[in-house]
């Protein structure tokens, strides 16, 4: 079977990201810099051959999907496969009220415990990977010897660089995972490959008149 190429793209900024507030599988709209990153990632991906665009189902990664789509003149395909990792009751806090109000739950999400999850329905770890893995397998199977853009959210990118790599789930992390960062990948029956990560020469200029947080 001929390799299937992907490029794996994170949505682009929200208000969320900046306030570092968990967004997890919350419905969060891209902000002003977010949707400006959308329409680079869309320009810097036009004339490339995209047989197919897939997009979590959650807003942010949708409208960071759409530029691409439309530069390739085919529609988005939601996957709910694609969301970001549940994170329970952490969904909206920010890092330091985590810290505060649930300081054992906080070490262990800090320690990348494999099997924890965030309370009240969260996703651990292993159960992350293995969703990432079937969903990418999937979508990857149904197009050999042909590229598809993946645009989903940090923790599932994160899971992707691992499983390319070879890491386990708690390994540190040594590896960026920018807004609007293009990464490429190849797959084939026998597993993914890394071919380049956290491209973001599209994003070298700032937008016009936004002062950006990261």
Known sequence: MEATRIIAVRHGETSWNVDSRIQGQKDIDLNETGRW???????????????????????????????????????VIPNEGLRERSFGIFEGKTFDEIRETWPDHALNWRKRLPEWAPPEGGESLLQLRER????????AARHPGEQIVVVAHGGVLDTLYRIATGQEVNSPRTWQLPNGAINRLLWTPQGFTLVGWSDTQHLDDEPADENTSF
């Open 37 to 75: 990153q959308a329409s680079r990632v869309g320009a810097a991906l036009k004339g490339e051959k995209i047989s197919a665009v897939y997009s979590s189902d959650l807003g942010r990664a949708h409208q960071t999907a759409q530029p691409i789509a439309a530069a390739a003149g085919i529609p």
């Open 132 to 139: 990432v893995t079937q969903t990418m397998k999937d979508l």
